[in-house]
């Protein structure tokens, strides 16, 4: 377990002077700067609402709801075994210590195994440990300037069952203001990634602590870690930009009170290229083959999505995709309909031919003195038509029978008169 010990009393940074015993430390290369912002920085005021419909949907609730009570925590009647008081939070003024759960926490759509609980009343869901844990990637009940080692009463405890993980911040006092009285609130992890803060004892308003000495939140953040470019070939400056925030109404923080975050479906969560750009659940979204990966391109692993050139497969398997689909999809337009009509009336048309062919043929031979037989006979050479005579069968011309000629140089028809 990593602590971090030896906090700056100054600002509101948390460092750890200790060595760097996992890879999540920060290397001392490294130089961090100041947190940028990414997205509107408007602070959520109303009682239900959804924040940006992307993430989070979150709601409060107060001291006379009835959902107040039963999100509540009581970990007075867990059992001992189950309920964790942590000695050296419980004894220290800006300190912090890294904890691990029994399951995958889902964050912003990333699933995290490790945390941090500060004496300050948050929680820091970064991967990479640096000074500044106030600054982003929080869950923050009330963050605010807490002493837990002011008195013996005052206590950061946890519990984890499996499916629930909950910090309680049991009886702690503002620095410096340890008269105004304790303060008692819980933060709530579930396993399906819903968030709640209950809030049993607020004995002032929360808009009346001061935040001279230690930041004042109240919500929800994560960033995502980029390169700077700099001119020193030996340092290496890495920024967080907070790319969200739910940042909640201190106002409606009071005792009995209580907020539940719902999560959101998220990009990361398709695990297919079909599911990435097909899922209602989610949009925006990009399938990067080289990497597996759904994403809008905003969260975590942002710098490497950049590196992989992502956003140009995204926008090339997106074209192919829309393609494909069209092809699939796409009802007979009107040139198909025409295409098929004329088709349809070239058929006919040879149909129509045919039959008008057979028809002449069959009139031919059933009256072959009439004059367009004649006609076509004479027209014909020898080759095609042989000469024909007739006998007399009375007034009634017919063809009686036909006899083949062997030397003439036209075809010819020779017929007797009528009577």
């Given at each position: 377990?990593l602590?971090?010990?030896?906090?700056?009393?100054?600002?509101?940074?948390?460092?750890?002077?200790?060595?760097?015993?996992q890879?999540?430390?920060v290397?001392?290369?490294?130089?961090?700067?100041?947190?940028?912002?990414?997205?509107?920085?408007?602070?959520l005021?109303s009682?239900?609402?959804e924040d940006?419909?992307?993430?989070y949907r979150?709601q409060s609730?107060?001291?006379?709801?009835?959902q107040?009570?039963?999100?509540w925590?009581?970990?007075?009647?867990l059992?001992k075994?189950?309920?964790?008081?942590?000695?050296?939070?419980s004894?220290?003024h800006?300190?912090?210590?890294?904890?691990?759960?029994?399951?995958?926490?889902?964050?912003?759509?990333?699933y995290?195994?490790q945390?941090?609980?500060?004496?300050?009343?948050f929680i820091?869901?970064?991967?990479?440990?640096?000074?500044m844990?106030?600054?982003?990637?929080?869950?923050?009940?009330?963050?605010a300037?807490?002493?837990p080692?002011?008195?013996?009463n005052s206590?950061v405890?946890?519990?984890?069952?499996?499916?629930?993980?909950v910090v309680?911040?049991?009886k702690?006092?503002l620095?410096?203001?340890e008269a105004?009285?304790?303060f008692t609130?819980?933060a709530?992890?579930?396993k399906?990634?819903?968030?709640?803060?209950n809030?049993k004892d607020?004995?002032?308003?929360?808009?009346?602590?001061?935040?001279?000495?230690?930041p004042?939140k109240?919500?929800?953040?994560?960033?995502f870690?980029?390169h700077l470019?700099?001119?020193?070939l030996?340092a290496k400056r890495?920024?967080?930009?907070?790319y969200?925030?739910v940042?909640?109404d201190?106002?409606?923080?009071?005792?009995g009170?209580?907020?539940?975050?719902?999560p959101?479906?998220?990009?990361l969560?398709?695990?297919s290229?079909?599911?990435?750009?097909?899922?209602n659940?989610?949009s925006?979204?990009?399938?990067?083959?080289t990497l597996?990966?759904c994403?809008?391109?905003?969260?975590?692993?942002?710098q490497?999505?950049l590196?992989y050139?992502?956003?140009?497969?995204?926008?090339?398997?997106t074209?192919l995709h829309k393609?494909?689909?069209?092809?699939?999809?796409?009802?007979?337009n009107?040139?198909?309909?025409?295409?098929?009509?004329?088709i349809?009336g070239v058929?006919?048309?040879?149909?129509?031919?045919?039959?008008l062919t057979l028809?002449?043929?069959?009139?031919?031979?059933?009256?072959?003195?009439v004059?367009p037989p004649?006609y076509?006979?004479q027209?014909?050479?020898?080759?095609?038509?042989?000469s024909?005579?007739?006998?007399?069968?009375?007034?009634h011309s017919s063809?009686?029978?036909?006899?083949?000629?062997g030397h003439?140089?036209?075809?010819?028809?020779?017929?007797?008169h009528?009577?």
């Amino acid at each position: 377990m990593l602590y971090i010990n030896n906090a700056i009393k100054t600002g509101d940074l948390y460092e750890d002077t200790s060595a760097c015993c996992q890879s999540q430390c920060v290397n001392s290369s490294i130089k961090w700067h100041y947190v940028r912002r990414t997205e509107g920085k408007n602070p959520l005021t109303s009682f239900s609402q959804e924040d940006s419909q992307k993430y989070y949907r979150w709601q409060s609730f107060g001291p006379t709801d009835t959902q107040t009570a039963s999100l509540w925590v009581d970990m007075d009647n867990l059992h001992k075994n189950q309920v964790r008081i942590h000695g050296i939070l419980s004894n220290a003024h800006r300190q912090a210590a890294r904890v691990a759960l029994s399951f995958d926490f889902p964050f912003y759509g990333h699933y995290l195994r490790q945390i941090i609980i500060a004496t300050g009343g948050f929680i820091y869901m970064g991967e990479i440990t640096h000074r500044m844990l106030t600054a982003t990637q929080y869950v923050a009940p009330l963050m605010a300037n807490f002493d837990p080692s002011f008195t013996k009463n005052s206590t950061v405890r946890y519990s984890d069952n499996g499916n629930l993980f909950v910090v309680q911040w049991d009886k702690v006092r503002l620095k410096d203001r340890e008269a105004a009285g304790p303060f008692t609130f819980q933060a709530a992890l579930h396993k399906n990634g819903t968030i709640v803060f209950n809030y049993k004892d607020i004995p002032l308003p929360v808009e009346e602590i001061n935040s001279t000495e230690h930041p004042l939140k109240v919500g929800l953040s994560d960033a995502f870690m980029g390169h700077l470019p700099t001119s020193l070939l030996s340092a290496k400056r890495r920024t967080i930009y907070e790319y969200h925030r739910v940042a909640i109404d201190t106002t409606k923080i009071v005792s009995g009170s209580a907020f539940e975050f719902t999560p959101l479906p998220t990009c990361l969560q398709h695990t297919s290229c079909d599911l990435c750009l097909t899922s209602n659940l989610t949009s925006s979204c990009g399938w990067c083959n080289t990497l597996q990966r759904c994403s809008d391109g905003i969260d975590r692993h942002r710098q490497e999505w950049l590196d992989y050139n992502c956003p140009e497969e995204v926008r090339l398997i997106t074209i192919l995709h829309k393609r494909e689909m069209s092809s699939f999809t796409s009802p007979p337009n009107n040139g198909m309909t025409e295409n098929t009509a004329i088709i349809a009336g070239v058929v006919a048309a040879l149909v129509l031919l045919v039959a008008l062919t057979l028809l002449a043929v069959y009139y031919i031979n059933t009256h072959p003195t009439v004059a367009p037989p004649f006609y076509l006979m004479q027209r014909r050479t020898n080759n095609y038509w042989p000469s024909m005579k007739f006998r007399n069968q009375g007034c009634h011309s017919s063809y009686a029978e036909v006899e083949l000629g062997g030397h003439e140089k036209e075809g010819f028809i020779e017929a007797e008169h009528c009577c």
